[in-house]
């Protein structure tokens, strides 16, 4: 099947993957202004990126090489790979002119590759961030397509669901960074085994993982909880905390004094018992005193 690439009014880069011609030329491209952001952080968002091709640069001509040139070159060799049926190449050269520009219309081209590859859940999250970061820049008719081609994918992904009771821990899937807790969303995964890690100084140990095995269409949902539960909300303003209580009504305060009244009480008993009286000196018993005269 043969690349061709569309104009996008307003787009800026040519982003269309059709059927014909055999060596499209990537001119707009050129005239953008280069993205500082690297690839992982633009597809980072709510969902995990799909994995990028570590790139180096093969001589010191292509490190002095313009930036939007490097772009346009890198896509234009992607489109020649993906004529050549080296889907794998391709996807190597796109993720690099996407890493350069930061042009959204690439991440067309990065789904129709990752499709062509069989990694159902890396196309449906590039056409997912497609839509997204186009916005009302996709047409309706590149729209319906790609919602098509979203549909098409769905049977074959499947997503994790985690919740965690405390905000801002980190949480990853098969190794991969996909944000802090909460996430806005399920990740979008292929079908299979897979690793959920959850790291945070509020998880036993630093960190938890489980194993899970999700078929495809399904949303599993990974639920843990930390070591130590979050602090209780702080009592309202004028809430009467215990500190405000009046000394009188401290429970310890009539406890001593209770405690004093007796012993008052005991030795007053003790100071004022009589030494005289009858005392009976009869029997087994010992020695009784049977009166006291006060």
């Excluded at 050129?30 to 990126?49: M, S």
């Excluded at 959204?104 to 081209?109: D, Q």
């Excluded at 802090?180 to 959920?196: D, F, K, M, N, R």
């Excluded at 539960?229 to 209580?245: I, L, M, R």
Aim: with cysteine; hydrophobic share 45%; proline share 8%.
């Amino acid at each position: 099947m043969g690349l061709n690439l569309v104009r996008a009014p307003g787009a800026g880069l040519v982003d269309g993957l059709l059927r014909t011609a055999k060596e499209p030329r990537l001119t707009d491209l050129r005239r953008l202004r280069p993205r500082a952001a690297p690839l992982l952080v633009l597809l980072a968002a709510a969902l995990c990126a799909p994995p990028a091709a570590a790139q180096t640069d093969g001589s010191s001509a292509d490190a002095a090489e313009d930036p939007l040139a490097e772009a346009g070159r890198r896509f234009d060799q992607g489109v020649a790979f993906y004529n050549a049926g080296r889907y794998g190449a391709a996807l190597a050269e796109f993720l690099r002119a996407y890493e350069i520009s930061g042009e959204w219309t690439v991440l067309y081209n990065l789904g129709q590759v990752s499709a062509a590859l069989g990694r159902a859940a890396d196309a449906y999250v590039y056409f997912q961030r497609y839509l997204t970061d186009g916005g009302g820049e996709v047409g309706a008719l590149r729209r319906s397509e790609v919602r098509d081609s979203m549909a098409e994918l769905e049977p074959r992904i499947a997503r994790i669901a985690v919740e965690v009771d405390v905000d801002g821990v980190e949480i990853l899937v098969d190794g991969r960074s996909c944000g802090t807790a909460p996430l806005s969303e399920p990740v979008v995964v292929e079908p299979g085994s897979h690793v959920v890690e959850v790291r945070g100084e509020l998880i036993a140990g630093g960190r938890e993982r489980r194993e899970i095995i999700l078929a495809s269409g399904l949303t599993e949902t990974v639920r843990v909880a930390s070591a130590t539960p979050p602090p209780p909300p702080p009592p309202p303003p004028g809430g009467g905390a215990e500190d405000d209580d009046p000394v009188w009504k401290s429970w310890w305060l009539w406890t001593i004094v209770g405690a004093v009244v007796v012993g008052g009480a005991v030795t007053a008993g003790v100071l004022l018992w009589p030494d005289d009286g009858p005392v009976y000196s009869e029997g087994s018993l010992g020695t009784l005193t049977l009166g006291v005269t006060w």
